[in-house]
């Protein structure tokens, strides 16, 4: 299925793709509303790059005790029903790569849905940081990707300031 | 209004009393944000008089309508003052995420008047302000400001605008920074924020920014990637930067070599893109929303200039490379970094230390003035050793501080050395034979003093309907590219480049996705772009007006503040000097370069001293300012 692949490297750390994403999804430009998120390292360029990789066995849906969140098996993508969303936040904590929010004046989690099948973002990442490609969302490389990728936004939350020593996240 | 916040901080650092109002409708439609609302305001708020480092004159920083939203390359902040170098107009125009964060804030423009009685920082907070004790971070570098506020404030996404200490220690080389390398601010605005002991602005905001016409807009957006990405200009921008300049000019022999007495530089492969892309080169870095990401993080691993840093632009490899006659590229990134932390503008320091070299070569300086720094032309060492010294103002080093103008005045017989029009140094311009004679007439007649980015060198009008119409045919305009060094039409496109410029600068576009050539973005997409996200219709051929009316107010205040005529709009005489050079014919024929200045006056409707007319103010909406012209 066509997924989402991250490619930090390639990052510039422009972030025109938060603001094209809360664009399309909430009619206004706001980077606390983006379902991608970058965080930017000014000193080393080590930008890291928050986005749901729509997981095979997600962390986020077995979290969720209202059943608000679910795996569509023929897309691949996990979606929000919002009517049933208490915005209680488990599932923003088990997400290992922090790639859900809550939008505080609604009360309610909000992620990634790859726009229906066409991302905004990929669209003006010029770059190729975020592409769109065919992927089997439970195979080992798939997996080993997403735990490195879990690895370097645990560190992140440890410790946010630049290190040189870092790899790209 | 979407796009704009419409809310402005006025902050009084003498009483530390910080009041917020809302930014006048008309000032927003008549001169859009950042540049143009910063110039009006400084305009109307400043008398005659003032001295640029004293309290009474004003510190500003300004956002745009499109600040904030998915326009692309919209990262622009602009802070302006009364110039400490020219006594006109002082501003600076940066990137990063700073005019991005502010927006969400709540804020297009922060004025400061005053001073603080001790050292201070601005806290800002989603729609909430206060002053801040800033002892703990006086003497601090502008990358140990950034995270000692980051920490403070607990909260890494914190964007800081700070000074490091040149700007402290009021030295009129010294910008602002944001981002800790996104940099602004020619003519000392880190040194008037210094004066007024404010170190920096920290600024929190997770605020949404209003767009009017969220499809149209989304799609404008993209219809502007498009037209980016399928620009071979954009291909070579996005990875080289500024640096594709050394090879353009180093292979036409039109560097500014040894203080612009030459154009010929043996050394020039060795400073140019491949070899920083082969030996130093990390990755790329964006602005907010910017997708050319034209600059680029680099490490030096190690020997004596091991260091690591960001932007290494032109504006460093010029200056302090070719100007001083130096082709040692880990040395110029030390030199870049240095500037960096400190807070200087590696342009004007560049600049004032090629002047000093000159003063050297002719034997006007000796090593009993210099503190036995030998300043023989392509010293590294000489010029790493300097910079810390004109950032704390020691020994030589306060004399360099004051920059190459004020600095000649203790140097007998150094006039010859300098290479400044209105007290700036003219940085980058050689008159070699390909050189297009627009660029001279540009640093000629900028508002800041000499100046490489409003107009003649990005020639942004080029190509643009309002440029077509003037000339009168297509091949008309491009006569004005094939023989760079005919006269006729160039005061003509230099002014509409200028009126571009202002635009940009207002809007808060990044000149590198604009104009010229088709390299980018018209008024007509830009015009798309604006009335999609605020709502308020105008057409490119409005947006043009805006920015020429911006560039009146500016002339004005020159002519006000600093008496800025005809005399003034000129070039050091060595730009006059026609002689034969084993490279080709080099200099420009002063008849010449007058011809083009009455051809430019005559397009702006300015009188032959270079002052806007009654009839040209009227039809701008300018009559007050026609009122203290003509009737004082």
């Keep these: 299925m066509q997924l989402m692949e991250i490619t930090p ?77 208490t915005g209680c936040g488990d599932c923003i904590a088990a997400c290992p790569v922090s790639a859900l929010s809550l939008n505080e004046d609604r009360n309610i989690v909000f992620k990634c849905d790859l726009c229906g099948g066409s991302p905004e973002c990929v669209q003006v ?22 735990e490195e990728a879990s690895r370097l936004v645990k560190q992140y939350r440890e410790s946010p300031e630049p290190d040189e020593r870092r790899a790209d996240r | 209004m979407n796009g704009w916040t419409g809310q402005r901080l006025k902050v009084y650092l003498s009483e530390g009393r910080i009041v917020p109002e809302a930014v006048p409708p008309e000032l927003m439609l008549n001169y859009l944000g950042g540049r143009g609302l910063n110039s009006r305001t400084l305009y109307d708020e400043l008398k005659p008089g003032v001295d640029p480092l004293g309290p009474e004159n004003i510190f500003m920083v300004a956002a745009g309508p499109l600040n904030g939203t998915a326009a692309p390359s919209t990262s622009r902040w602009t802070v302006s003052a009364k110039s400490t170098v020219t006594g006109g107009l002082g501003d600076g125009n940066g990137g990063g995420d700073f005019a991005t964060e502010l927006k969400f804030a709540g804020y297009d423009q922060i004025i400061f008047y005053g001073k603080s009685p001790g050292p201070v920082y601005l806290w800002i907070e989603n729609g909430q302000a206060a002053l801040r004790d800033a002892s703990h971070l006086w003497g601090k570098t502008t990358r140990d400001t950034t995270y000692q506020l980051q920490r403070e404030l607990k909260d890494p996404p914190v964007r800081v605008l700070c000074i490091g200490p040149s700007g402290e220690n009021r030295v009129r080389l010294a910008k602002v920074f944001s981002n800790i390398t996104r940099t602004g601010g020619k003519g000392g605005m880190g040194a008037v924020m ?151 503008d590696t342009h004007s320091t560049g600049n004032t230390i090629a002047f000093a070299m000159e003063c050297w070569q002719r034997g006007l ?228 370069f007058q011809a083009m200045l009455d051809e430019f006056y005559r397009f702006r409707g300015w009188d032959s001293e270079g002052i806007p007319t009654r009839e040209k103010l009227a039809g701008l909406g300018l009559n007050d300012i026609a009122e203290r012209l003509y009737n004082g």
Aim: proline share 4%; with cysteine; glycine share 10%.
């Design chain 2, 365 to 592: 300086l000796t090593p009993g003035d210099t503190d036995n720094i030998d300043l023989s032309w392509g010293n590294a060492d000489a010029v790493i050793e300097l910079l810390p010294r004109i950032a704390y103002r020691q020994g030589f080093g306060a004399i360099l501080a004051e920059g190459s103008q004020r600095a000649s005045r203790q140097i007998p017989g150094s006039e010859v050395c300098l290479r400044t029009t209105k007290g700036m140094e003219v940085s980058a311009l050689f008159m070699g034979p390909a050189q297009n004679v627009v660029q001279a007439l540009a640093y000629a007649t900028a508002t800041r003093g000499a100046d490489h980015l409003r107009g003649g060198v990005i020639l942004p009008a080029f190509g643009t309907p309002p440029l077509l119409r003037a000339m009168g045919s297509q091949g008309a305009m491009e006569r004005l590219l094939k023989e760079p060094r005919s006269i006729e039409g160039k005061g003509v496109l230099l002014a509409l480049d200028q009126d571009f410029a202002s635009l940009m600068d207002s809007l808060q576009v990044c000149c590198f996705i604009t104009g010229g050539l088709r390299k980018g973005l018209f008024p007509d997409d830009l015009a798309g772009l604006f009335s999609a996200a605020t709502g308020v219709e105008m057409s490119g051929d409005d947006l043009l007006q805006i920015g020429e009316r911006i560039s009146n107010v500016e002339k004005a205040f020159n002519i006000v503040h600093a008496g800025n005529r005809r005399k003034d709009d000129t070039l050091p005489a060595i730009f006059f000097e026609e002689r034969e050079t084993p490279y080709g014919h080099v200099g420009l024929n002063e008849r010449d």
């Design chain 2, 194 to 344: 210094g004066s007024k002991n404010l170190k920096a602005v920290a600024v929190r905001g997770t605020g949404p920014i209003g767009i009017a016409r969220p499809a149209d807009f989304l799609a404008a957006v993209k219809r502007s990637c498009d037209i980016l990405k399928n620009s071979r200009f954009f291909q070579m921008f996005s990875q080289q930067g500024t640096m594709y300049l050394i090879r353009l000019h180093g292979s036409l022999n039109d560097l500014p070599v040894r203080n612009q007495q030459e154009g010929h530089f043996e050394g020039w492969e060795k400073i140019a893109w491949e070899a920083f892309r082969d030996n130093y080169l990390v990755k790329n870095k964006g602005c907010c929303a910017c997708p050319v990401a034209c600059g680029h993080y680099y490490r030096v691993k190690e020997g004596p200039y091991a260091t690591h840093g960001e932007s290494n632009e032109y504006g460093t490899t010029y200056p302090l490379g070719a100007k001083c006659g130096i082709d040692n590229l880990p040395a110029l990134l030390k030199m870049n970094s240095i500037c960096d932390m400190l807070g200087l």
């Design chain 1, 125 to 146: 990442c010029l770059r190729g940081a975020l592409a769109l490609k065919e992927v089997d969302p439970a195979s080992s490389g798939r997996k080993s990707s997403l």
């Design chain 1, 9 to 85: 490297a390639s990052c510039t750390g422009c972030r025109l793709c938060e603001l094209v994403c809360s664009l399309a999804h909430e009619g206004e430009c706001s980077t606390a509303l983006s379902r991608v998120k970058i965080l930017r390292d000014e000193e080393f360029g080590h930008h890291l790059i928050s986005v749901c990789w729509q997981c095979a066995e997600p962390y986020c849906v077995d979290a969720c005790a209202y059943g608000v969140l679910s795996r569509d098996e023929e897309s691949g993508v996990i979606s929000v029903e919002e009517n049933l969303c």
